[in-house]
């Protein structure tokens, strides 16, 4: 059975101090750490015993000396030639599995399969009992194939109301990107999330949870869920999406007719995106609302909804961005690394880079959260200063560390990668 392994960042636990351990032992050689990096890729990171020789092997890495540029592109090639042999999906176009077991795992590639500039993941519609990947692949994979990109239809792994985030099909669908990017090397700025009902929930969803990795997302007829107060009016939407949006590119759907989505919870989406616009400046959307259309897909059908994003790429380091946590495993956020996620915190972090700087900003407990950091972020020949709401918390040169560069560099998403983190919290 071929193993998930669910995203690098859920077996980290790691303590608010970079990756240290209290023992004080010899370093490990050169052929030692290969063998650490290899058998650090190769972990599940589902299950405890994984997890915490995750968190052993960080620590070992971190009794090396601080990263030399020199070493750093011996050790960054390692580790991409590590994570390229990582299992990838069938390129063949059509229905395929990700496990023997053909009960569940279903998937199906669509779009431009051979030389793909982007990469495409369509959710489907569907509800408790309902919903089939087939029908994704038909509304979307002539869109994708139309833009060059290639289409990744997967089925949810139980068919209930929130399908998109039940029984693990969350995980599943950002390894499934993972693999997508190994096996056709696609551009990791590259990547959207589309889908129509139920499928709008999930790219709204999957796309506020990780941001970080995608270029835009196109929610057709289906919205985050509504929150609603005791005398049932709905007055927001669910955390964890809004907020974390801000540097992203969403075009909404919504017919004002639709009786199987009412457009109440997408204005409130939209309402929502408006005063996060207001508060912290950023949010690049588009709410295309029409009438007559019940719940049939947009006029033009998805082949002109996608041309309304087609242009876009991620902007992976961001000069400002928000998160509010809410996930346990999802522990990095652009440049952002935070232990154990404080639920519906919000963090804001700005980049100054003519001061040489980053100012974090929260109400909430920051235990546990760290800046991530490279040179190409901020000027490590100048004194880097990192503030928590207005106060000073790091004043120096960063620590390179081959811990921080293994941990950040998951799929082998460079613009994700770092190479030290200045812990802000507690």
Known sequence: MTALRLPLLLALGLAAAPFRSSSRVEAPDAKEVKQLIAEYVELDGRNRAGME??????????????????????????????????????????LH???????????????ESKRPKGLFVGMHGGGVGAGDAGSSASNWSAAASAQDWVGIFPEVLEKTERGWTDSGTEEWVMELVERACRT???????????????????TWTLGGHHADQVAALTPS????????????????????????????????????????????????????????RERWGGYDFEYWEVSGRKH?????????????????RRDARPEKLVWQP?????????????????RNAIVVAELDREANEVRVESEQSLKGLSVLLDEQLLD?????????????CFR???????????????????????????PVGD
Request: hydrophobic fraction near 40%; charged fraction near 30%; glycine fraction near 10%.
């Open 53 to 94: 020789r995750q968190d052993e092997i960080l620590a070992r890495l971190d009794e090396l000396p601080a990263l030399t540029d020199r070493d750093r592109k011996k050790w960054s090639d390692e580790i991409e030639k590590r994570w390229e042999k990582g299992p990838k999906l069938e390129k063949k176009s059509g």
């Open 97 to 111: 599995y990700f496990w023997e077991d053909a009960s569940k795992g279903l998937y199906i590639v669509g779009g």
């Open 184 to 202: 056709w090397k696609i551009d990791r700025d590259r990547v959207f999330f589309g889908g129509h009902s139920m499928g709008g929930y999930g």
């Open 221 to 276: 007829a289906g919205a985050p869920t509504p929150v609603r107060n005791a005398e049932g009016e709905l007055i927001d939407v669910e955390e964890g999406v809004v907020p974390n949006l801000r540097n992203v590119r969403i075009v909404i759907y919504q017919s004002d007719d639709d009786p199987n989505v009412p457009p109440d919870a997408n204005r409130a989406a939209v309402q929502a995106l408006e005063r996060a």
């Open 296 to 312: 049939d897909l947009p006029p033009g059908g998805t082949t002109d909804f996608l041309a309304r994003v087609a242009d876009r």
């Open 326 to 342: 809410v996930l346990d495993w999802k522990r990095q956020f652009y440049w952002l690394w935070w232990d154990e996620p404080l």
């Open 380 to 392: 490590f020949s100048r004194e880097v200063v990192v503030r928590v709401n207005g106060a000073v």
């Open 396 to 422: 120096g040169t960063p620590r390179p560390s081959l811990a921080v560069l293994l941990a950040t560099s998951g799929g082998v998403d460079a613009a994700r990668t770092y190479v030290a983190r200045v």
